[in-house]
């Protein structure tokens, strides 16, 4: 059974750092691009980056570009999401997914972060 | 960027009664490798987003045949034959061709 375990998420001041990681189980971690989607409170979904499965190239939404970086460490099966210089629009709940061709296919339960003073 | 454009934004919809969403993106989807990358996903309340149907038809694992997918180039449609009361939440389209974008989601109520 996949399973998607994000952490790292909590208060953080304006113009902070954060970082979240994404436990992955149940599939060969290695072998799978990985997501970060995000979702503000109340509104839609929102991606915000990927990385290729070696960890080789890595894409991101104009809007965290040049301060948001994805990493992933495959020998622990882990993703992160190293966040600086956050903003209030940067305020949601922060989902790691797995990759399918095409997009997410299995989604993790989601860790909130929330900037404010 | 691609939009994604859903309609309607909220559907009061029948238990046992058919439900219907579009979603239109402002360029085609079809990728260089023929294939369209079109998906659904359905979020129910207070869970994370969870993926109905792939690449325009193709439904994930363990989703109910009542959930169909169709369409071409721009235009898209969800349909669930017979709506059930678990069906209550938000759905989205999205699209993996150009990076990926949502459509604004769909709110769809009993």
């Known amino acids: 059974e996949v399973q998607l375990v994000e952490s790292g998420g909590g208060l953080v001041q304006p113009g902070g750092s954060l970082r979240l990681s994404c436990a992955a189980s149940?599939?060969?971690?290695?072998?799978?691009?990985m997501h970060w989607v995000r979702q503000a409170p109340g509104k839609g979904l929102v991606w915000v980056s990927r990385?290729?499965?070696?960890?080789?190239?890595?894409t991101y939404a104009d809007s965290v570009k040049g301060r948001f970086t994805i990493s992933r460490d495959n020998a622990k099966n882990t993703l992160y999401l190293q966040m600086n210089s956050l903003t209030a629009d940067d305020t949601a709940v922060y989902y790691c997914a797995k990759d399918t061709w095409g997009g997410p296919d299995y989604w993790g339960q989601g860790t909130p972060v929330t900037v404010s003073s | 960027d691609i939009v994604m454009t859903q309609i309607p934004l909220s559907s009061p919809v029948t238990v046992g009664q058919p439900a219907s969403i579009s979603c239109r993106s402002s360029q085609s989807l079809v990728y260089s490798d023929g294939n369209t990358y079109l998906s659904w996903l359905q979020q129910r309340p207070g869970q994370p987003p969870r993926l109905l149907i792939s690449k325009i038809s193709n439904r994930f694992s363990g989703v109910p045949d009542r959930f169909s997918g169709s369409g071409a180039g721009t235009d898209f449609t969800l349909k669930i034959s017979r709506v059930e009361a678990e069906d209550v939440g938000v759905y989205y389209c999205m699209q993996g061709t150009q990076l990926y974008t949502f459509g604004q989601g769909t709110k769809l109520e009993i």
């Open positions: 149940g599939f060969t971690f290695s072998d799978y691009w």
């Open positions: 990385i290729k499965y070696d960890g080789s190239i890595s």
